[in-house]
């Protein structure tokens, strides 16, 4: 457990680095979308 | 807490003419952004929403350095220096709910319902979501009353630390630092906040990171400075009885159960500060800046690396900075090893400052110092620019019935709110400012919290039910912080004076269980009961409300 006493503090720190995790993939995974623009249409 | 005063222990060591020259370097960029700002501001729509437009990575920074303040980064690292990772907890709540919830479930929302109404503030929004005018001065004068409280301590905090650092009395430090503030938020308007929020983040991001990677280093590794703050544990009870007493039993691990402070760690800032977060209206403004959902999805990237790094690295630091008190010789004095808070002479806000005087080199100083301003201007001219819109934009408006929107009015209501927090910030002691903060957060929370859901997903939500939900949340607020919660009841002394006795409960958790706690819930049912016994809103409304998001 990292040398941490406690399941609860190590479930923080990973529920911390989860969440961070999880906005950084919906970040880049939604980069482009919603925007104001409609999509251009294929030719 | 009351960080503003712990900072000049670590100023001392440090080159004052290098220091001072990176300020004027400092307040030269952020005088330029400001500038900036001001050339871009045209209308009313740029003073108080920087025009809607403004760039995902500018709105998430703005959002995270606006949230985490001089307090957060020193005040509650040395909490978590005296009473350990408990505090991780708060940094999940942040990011889960301060940045996940904030942006995916309400700043698509209130963006797109703002733009169809064209509301520029968190009160208009409010008040035009509810067709009530009375409705957009009740929230605007609940919010000029108590963000002067918070926004003077944040600006006592910046005041001591120029004191400190340049060596000038705190009435011309004071001085300085308004005057550097004002002039950009009163010209620069949302867009010069913004800008310099913007700045300021990435220092702050910076900064911190730098803390947490050499202190991980000095410790010898991740794995190894954890096991020997467990290590510490039985330390806890021997050495410091008055934190056992309250529920400590070490540093990596939660609190006893039902304790004291497990009620304070669970109630008043995992909920509190937590849950809190999404109703601040300086942060919700924020969604209503960007010109699409595109620029919300980028910004959640952004905003939660912000908080880890910043938040995230500020307590596990004060935690960590007992192993490096205990078992080097900065830590021994008359010839007994100190933990942290020992060695902070009882001070938990003396802790981060002390550790990077002690612990890390000259250079950190210096980055740490431009941090901690950095945290106080962008949080301050936050709350200035929102104090200053309510009373310029809502306040006004909304009572002498003016239709158009004036630039002027909305500098003078600025420059006004930024007079009310120096006048608070002048007379006040400290102590008494930063219950002020406390008691904001959770009045916001437990008053705007359900209005603000409601206004946002629940259709059937009525005017007068939200009328009555703020009413009851900022009402059981206030009973609960002047009667029930000891901390500030015992700090006002109403109670003691009307009744006798500290507070009106005293069978444990009562008196440590934060009046959100209570207030919320309340205020929510208040809201439902109330909405079903009066009369729909118009089909027509909602549809114009809701028309982009079918």
Redesign the interface.
């Known amino acids: 457990m990292l040398g941490l006493g406690d399941w609860w503090i190590f479930s923080a720190i990973v529920g911390c680095l989860a969440v961070t995790a999880f906005g950084v993939v919906y970040g880049i995974c939604n980069w482009n979308k919603g925007g104001e623009n409609p999509p251009r249409e294929k030719r | 807490m009351s960080p503003e005063l712990s900072l000049f222990g670590a100023a001392c060591s440090m080159n004052t003419a290098v220091l001072f020259s990176l300020i004027v370097l400092y307040v030269l960029l952020i005088g330029y952004l400001g500038w900036r700002g001001w050339k871009r501001t045209r209308s009313g729509q740029d003073y108080l929403l920087a025009g809607r437009s403004v760039h995902p990575f500018v709105m998430a920074m703005s959002y995270g350095a606006a949230f985490i303040s001089t307090s957060a980064l020193v005040g509650f690292g040395g909490i978590a220096g005296e009473f350990?990772?408990?505090l991780?907890?708060l940094?999940?709540m942040n990011?889960?709910f301060g940045?996940?919830v904030a942006f995916?479930g309400f700043g698509?929302r209130t963006r797109s319902i703002g733009q169809n109404l064209n509301a520029q503030t968190f009160p208009e929004f409010i008040g035009k979501r509810f067709r009530s005018n009375g409705l957009k001065i009740l929230v605007a004068l609940i919010i000029f009353l108590f963000i002067p409280l918070y926004s003077s301590v944040v600006l006592i905090s910046g005041a001591r630390f120029l004191q400190e650092v340049m060596m000038i009395r705190y009435s011309w430090a004071l001085v300085i630092f308004v005057t550097v503030v004002a002039i950009y938020v009163i010209f620069g308007g949302l867009k010069g906040v913004m800008y310099v929020d913007a700045l300021m983040g990435s220092i702050m991001i910076f900064g911190m990171l730098t803390l947490l990677v050499l202190c991980y280093a000095k410790l010898g590794g991740?794995?190894?400075?954890?096991?020997?703050?467990?290590d510490l544990?039985p330390l806890a009870a021997e050495r410091l009885p008055h934190e056992f007493a309250l529920g400590h039993r070490?540093w990596?691990?939660?609190p006893e159960f039902n304790s004291v402070w497990w009620w304070t760690l669970v109630s008043s800032l995992m909920l509190g500060v937590g849950i809190g977060a999404l109703a601040q209206p300086q942060l919700a403004v924020r969604f209503m800046t960007v010109?699409?959902?595109?620029e919300?999805?980028?910004?959640?990237?952004?905003?939660?690396?912000f908080?880890?790094c910043t938040a995230?690295s500020a307590y596990m630091v004060g935690a960590l900075s007992n192993v490096f008190f205990f078992h080097t010789d900065k830590g021994i004095a008359s010839g007994v090893r100190q933990l942290a808070i020992e060695a902070a002479g009882g001070n938990p806000d003396l802790i981060i400052p002390m550790f990077i005087r002690e612990a890390l080199p000259s250079l950190v100083l210096y980055v740490f110092s431009l941090t901690m301003l950095s945290a106080a201007i962008s949080t301050m001219s936050s709350l200035f620019h929102v104090t200053g819109s309510s009373i310029g934009h809502d306040l006004c408006r909304g009572i002498s019935g003016m239709r158009r929107d004036s630039l002027l009015a909305n500098r003078i209501g600025v420059a006004f709110g930024i007079f009310v927090s120096v006048v608070f910030a002048m007379v006040l002691p400290p102590g008494f400012v930063a219950r002020g903060t406390a008691i904001f957060f959770g009045v916001a929370a437990a008053s705007f919290l359900p209005a603000y859901v409601a206004a946002l997903y629940w259709k059937r939500a009525t005017r007068i039910a939200v009328w009555s939900s703020i009413t009851v949340g900022v009402s059981v607020s206030l009973f609960g912080l002047v009667f029930l919660h000891r901390k500030e009841a015992a700090g006002l002394g109403i109670c003691q004076a009307l009744f006798d006795r500290t507070e009106l409960i005293s069978i444990h958790p009562w008196p440590f269980v934060d009046p959100f706690v209570y207030a919320l819930p309340l205020s929510i049912l208040t809201l439902i009961a109330v909405s079903f016994f009066t009369p729909k809103p118009s089909e027509q409304h909602l549809r114009r409300c809701f028309q982009r998001n079918k």
């Open positions: 350990g990772m408990g991780m907890w940094v999940f990011i889960a940045i996940v995916l698509r991740i794995v190894n400075a954890h096991q020997a703050l467990t544990a070490g990596t691990v939660m010109k699409s959902t595109r919300l999805n980028r910004a959640i990237l952004v905003g939660s690396v908080i880890l995230g």
